[in-house]
């Protein structure tokens, strides 16, 4: 199925940071986010990673947030 992109992180394959980018990305997988990665069409060297929260990793950081929802 297809989900909602939440946001977008653009980076150069070029980045001498790839240690610490890779680091951040397995942080956000075990929180429970998905990742997709994906090249520019126009430039090899920038790479998309489009991230999605589902409703249960919403749910967990709004209940630690005491976040209300109003009910109908």
Known sequence: GKCRIDYILVYRKSNPQTEKR???????RAEGLQMEKESSLINSDIIFVKLHAPWEVLGRYAEQMNVRM???
């Open 22 to 28: 890779e680091v951040f990305e397995r942080n956000i």
């Open 70 to 72: 109003p009910f109908r």
